[in-house]
């Protein structure tokens, strides 16, 4: 049996071009390889290589055909397309530019306390007016001490109340807005 150490074949022809090695006579086992004596033949089946390069030649003419009505009829509408995009980018920047300036300024959080402040002012204002009107007419005389001191700070205490719940609400309210046109503006990718 002959053991390679070093073959050289030409590609195209199959040719050995240079071997090294020698000739062993013992057990397969001692000489380090796994099989025994069994040749290897350099075997070409033309028939099946045909075959297959028939079958490749058909694969490379039907991509040939699909590429060639991509490029006439798809790519000119892909490149309209790519068009469109562009000048709608282009139309859509001013807006995009006061939605990421409105989102980064947000809403004045102590602005909109001060209206919640005002307006429930106003409510108790008109409330009071209304306990007074309803108390005189059942005899009761808003001007009087005992009034003053049972009804007026019952009443100065809801209002204190209400209108401070209403500044902290509007508050939150303000800094939840300003958050959600943050959130909303990063999520487009603007922010």
Same mark, same amino acid.
């Given at each position: 049996?002959? &053991?390679?150490? *070093? ?9 050995? =071009? ?6 062993? @006579? ?18 070409? @089946? ?17 991509? /040939? ?29 001013? &807006? *995009? ?24 002012? /106003?409510?108790?204002?008109?409330? @009071? ?5 309803? #108390?005189?007419?059942?005899? =009761? ?23 401070? /719940?209403?500044?902290?609400?509007? *508050? ?7 958050? @959600?046109?943050? #959130?909303?503006?990063?999520? #487009?990718?603007?922010?």
């Amino acid at each position: 049996m002959r &053991v390679y150490t *070093r073959i050289v074949i030409d590609m195209a022809s199959g040719a050995v =071009l240079e071997a090294e090695g020698f000739d062993y @006579d013992g057990p397969v086992a001692l000489c380090k390889g796994g099989g025994g004596g069994s040749q290897t033949t350099n075997t070409q @089946d033309t028939e099946y290589n045909a075959r297959m390069a028939t079958i490749a030649e058909s694969q490379q003419g039907m991509a /040939q055909e699909y590429f060639d009505f991509w490029k006439s009829d798809y790519k000119p509408l892909e490149q309209e397309q790519i068009a469109a995009n562009r000048e709608m980018v282009a139309a859509a920047k001013p &807006v *995009r530019d006061k939605f990421i300036e409105e989102s980064l300024s947000g809403v004045n959080a102590e602005a909109i306390a001060g209206t919640a402040r005002s307006d429930a002012e /106003q409510a108790m204002t008109t409330v @009071d007016q209304g306990v007074t009107r309803n #108390l005189s007419r059942l005899g =009761l005389n808003p001007d009087s001490e005992a009034f003053a001191d049972t009804l007026g700070r019952s009443q100065a205490l809801t209002r204190a109340r209400t209108v401070t /719940q209403s500044a902290n609400t509007a *508050r939150a309210l303000a800094r939840s807005e300003n958050y @959600d046109r943050l #959130l909303k503006a990063s999520n #487009l990718g603007m922010g």
